[in-house]
């Protein structure tokens, strides 16, 4: 998260960090993405930036989380505890999740616009090939609601049964304000 957020610093694509770091473009997305880095492409990195290579080397923690996938993540769950978070880890927190939204934004995007592309091809064709029968409309109606299941997930509607609708509902059984 820290390359990327370095990248987006200085206003460059992965293609632009990828060719002035003399690595390949799959590389950066890989490294963005979480994946360990070597440390030839940590020192090219480093260079680009004009940062010393140990600030974007993370030391592997031996934490509970580093050993088991299944285990929370100890400032989510301080911050679920209402115990005080550290600033620097809230704010990375923020920030990764923020990225991450931004990957599934990206993500829905592109799926909006295949789909439009598609579905403009294939009516085409279906009114050129066969105008009285209207399949295309299947298409349309099934790959529209996959659409719209990836954008409940992307944009999540917090009206809908979330945060806001849950304190409000607590909130009328109490027959006072949460404090």
Partial sequence: MLIQ?????????QQQLAEA???STRTV????????ASTESLKSLAAVFGVEWSTLNPEPAMTAQATHPDFPDVAAVRA?????VNLAVRTERE???AFAHVRRLRGFYLHLSKY???VSLLVVVNLVTSPHR????????GWGVGLLFHASR?????????AAWERAQVEKRLGRPLS
């Fill in 5 to 13: 957020k370095m990248r987006l610093q200085h206003g460059w694509s």
């Fill in 154 to 162: 992307v944009f999540r509607p917090d009206w809908l049964l979330g």
């Fill in 21 to 23: 770091s003399g690595l």
């Fill in 95 to 97: 920030e990764r999740d």
């Fill in 116 to 118: 439009v592309m598609v």
């Fill in 29 to 36: 997305q890989r490294i963005e993405s979480g994946h360990p």
């Fill in 134 to 141: 209207l399949w295309v409309l299947w298409v349309i109606a």
């Fill in 80 to 84: 679920d505890l209402g115990a005080p």
